[in-house]
């Protein structure tokens, strides 16, 4: 695992009352892609973003009237940088005493920061809160839970071995054709690389090829129950993985993680979408 102890995390906080992009702390994301090459060799070409939601968003108009909105920020696989998270987390409350002439003038403050922290073009929506709803509806999409299989599981560490093609059940018979479907599950747990606090998502795949075995693809999102990692280097381990053992023709990857100080994270890969269908899970 890469060493994060010089970020932001775990450290004593001070909470900035005034606009401050200096508390941006960008991390590269060759680090992480550097050692999972290392361990499964070149990683398979994906599009997609990270998708973060601030639901704590707050600043004040020219009156000093505090200002709200849940606003979306799209940070593109491509990018050279993540942002620490609790270091966004900063970001963000420092606008909270901060006055700005129009919503506009912040996007653009925003925008500007958050893609020079990133060093990649970085997308933000404001939404007003009584039509976020409209635009990320609470639902499932169709596809198969993989939740309620009753199997044994006893391995929490990743284990791409258990991502096999499903068999017709005898000893010798044929991978099956070709299916597109979507499966999902509420499971999956990783860990903070350096607080070591739990984060908790729903990951949705989708693809196309033969049918991967439900019962190890469960056994194996389940395995990243003790694994440390920021989220973003989670899917794309996930994709790989995937990827290199299952070899499907299409493939996407999308983890919905709960939010955790007003923000949450969305890391979404795929061979074919840059962007993640407009569904939120219940629990955000």
């Not at 680090?31 to 090459?37: C, F, K, V």
């Not at 955790?260 to 629990?283: A, E, K, M, T, W």
Request: glycine share 6%; hydrophobic share 35%; aromatic share 12%.
């Amino acid at each position: 695992m890469a060493d994060y102890s010089n970020t932001e995390l775990g450290k004593d906080t001070v909470y900035s009352t005034s606009y401050d992009p200096s508390l941006l702390d960008p991390i590269p994301r060759a680090t992480a892609r550097e050692q999972l090459e290392a361990v499964g060799g070149p990683l398979p070409d994906f599009i997609g973003v990270d998708l973060w939601t601030g639901f704590e968003v707050s600043w004040l108009n020219t009156y000093g009237m505090p200002q709200v909105a849940i606003v979306e920020f799209l940070v593109p696989c491509t990018s050279v940088n993540i942002v620490e998270s609790k270091s966004f987390k900063l970001y963000l409350n420092s606008f909270n005493q901060t006055q700005f002439e129009s919503q506009q003038a912040m996007q653009e403050v925003m925008t500007a920061d958050l893609s020079a922290a990133a060093q990649g073009n970085v997308e933000i929506i404001f939404y007003q809160l009584a039509e976020y709803n409209g635009f990320r509806p609470v639902t499932e999409p169709q596809g198969q839970c993989l939740d309620q299989q009753h199997i044994a599981i006893d391995c929490y560490t990743p284990n791409p071995d258990f991502l096999v093609l499903d068999k017709a059940g005898e000893e010798g018979a044929k991978v099956t054709e070709s299916v597109t479907e979507t499966v999902y599950s509420h499971l999956l747990r990783t860990n903070c690389p350096v607080t070591d606090q739990p984060d908790w998502a729903s990951v949705y795949i989708s693809y196309q090829g033969a049918q991967i075995d439900r019962a190890g693809l469960l056994k194996y999102l389940v395995s990243f129950r003790q694994h440390q990692d920021f989220h973003e280097q989670c899917v794309e381990k996930i994709y790989a993985d995937i990827m290199q053992r299952c070899q499907p023709a299409q493939l996407d990857v999308y983890a919905r993680y709960m939010r955790r100080g007003g923000l949450d994270i969305n890391p979404f890969r795929s061979s074919r979408y840059p962007f993640p269908p407009s569904h939120r899970q219940v629990r955000q």
